[in-house]
């Protein structure tokens, strides 16, 4: 019996198109800090380069310490007072990326459905984005940061997508067991990569990721209305 939803949020709770978010992303960043001297390319291969250390990250340190770590290695220990100048970044410039999104009426309902069902919803995104550009991502897919009994950022988790140990991390954190747990997501690599800890996956399939050419049969898959199908279906 299905106890605990896990949703991803980017491409699953929040359509989208992960290359034009990216680019939209990356330049108004760009514009931010380009006053503290930093060139746009130059800027945009260090948060890859951060990105990278954050899904390496053995679980030692938060994924915030682990991307602050690799920038501070690469713009020196300077780097670190520039860090107010990017919190700032995320709680209004980013707010422009959103135009670049878009908003799934039947997220919302999914989720307010589960929720008078009982069920418990986690967001699984992958916490490479600090917890104020998360909040704001949730409300741009409709939704409230209430809604979850955890949302991941990159200050409350020490793993990433797709280690295996991220889903661990969060069925530690509330005391759950994985069976009776489902992940939901978009990312035929980074979503069912929850399987290896133990949970059922489903692939939303609207804005599907499937780098790695992954035979996606073997795990339920389809839209929203084809997801409340198969949750109905594991309570009956």
Same mark, same amino acid.
């Given at each position: 019996?299905?106890?605990?939803?896990? %949703?991803?949020?980017?491409?699953?709770?929040?359509?989208?198109?992960?290359?034009? %978010?990216?680019?939209? /992303?990356?330049?108004?960043?760009?514009?931010?800090?380009?006053?503290?001297?930093?060139?746009?390319?130059?800027?945009?291969?260090?948060?890859?380069?951060?990105?990278?250390?954050?899904?390496?990250?053995?679980?030692?340190?938060?994924?915030?310490?682990?991307?602050?770590?690799?920038?501070?290695?690469?713009?020196?220990?300077?780097?670190?007072?520039?860090?107010?100048?990017?919190?700032?970044?995320?709680?209004?410039?980013?707010?422009?990326?959103?135009?670049?999104? @878009?908003?799934?009426?039947?997220?919302?309902?999914?989720?307010?459905?589960?929720?008078?069902?009982?069920?418990?919803?986690?967001?699984?995104?992958?916490?490479?984005?600090?917890?104020?550009?998360?909040?704001?991502?949730?409300?741009?897919?409709?939704?409230?940061?209430?809604?979850?009994?955890?949302?991941?950022? /990159?200050?409350?988790?020490?793993?990433?997508?797709?280690?295996?140990? /991220?889903?661990?991390?969060?069925?530690?954190?509330?005391?759950?067991?994985?069976?009776?747990?489902?992940?939901?997501?978009?990312?035929?690599?980074?979503?069912?990569?929850?399987?290896?800890?133990?949970?059922?996956?489903?692939?939303?399939?609207?804005?599907?990721?499937?780098?790695?050419?992954?035979?996606?049969?073997?795990?339920?898959?389809? @839209? %929203?209305?084809?997801?409340?199908?198969?949750?109905?279906?594991?309570?009956?």
């Amino acid at each position: 019996m299905l106890h605990t939803i896990f %949703f991803d949020l980017d491409g699953t709770l929040l359509p989208m198109d992960e290359k034009v %978010f990216t680019a939209s /992303y990356f330049k108004t960043l760009a514009a931010k800090a380009a006053p503290l001297g930093y060139e746009p390319k130059a800027l945009a291969d260090a948060i890859w380069q951060g990105t990278a250390a954050m899904v390496k990250n053995d679980g030692d340190r938060t994924n915030e310490e682990a991307f602050w770590r690799c920038f501070a290695s690469i713009y020196g220990e300077q780097a670190l007072s520039h860090k107010p100048v990017f919190d700032a970044y995320y709680a209004n410039e980013f707010q422009q990326v959103r135009q670049d999104c @878009g908003q799934n009426p039947k997220a919302v309902q999914a989720v307010k459905a589960l929720q008078e069902m009982g069920l418990r919803l986690v967001l699984a995104t992958n916490p490479i984005f600090p917890a104020v550009a998360t909040e704001s991502r949730i409300r741009w897919a409709g939704l409230e940061p209430s809604d979850f009994v955890l949302y991941t950022c /990159y200050e409350n988790a020490r793993h990433a997508k797709p280690n295996p140990a /991220y889903y661990q991390d969060i069925l530690d954190a509330l005391n759950l067991p994985a069976q009776g747990c489902l992940m939901v997501g978009n990312d035929a690599t980074e979503d069912t990569a929850a399987a290896k800890a133990g949970l059922d996956v489903f692939l939303l399939t609207d804005c599907l990721i499937n780098t790695r050419h992954e035979d996606i049969s073997r795990y339920p898959h389809g @839209g %929203f209305d084809e997801l409340m199908i198969y949750i109905h279906r594991q309570m009956a």
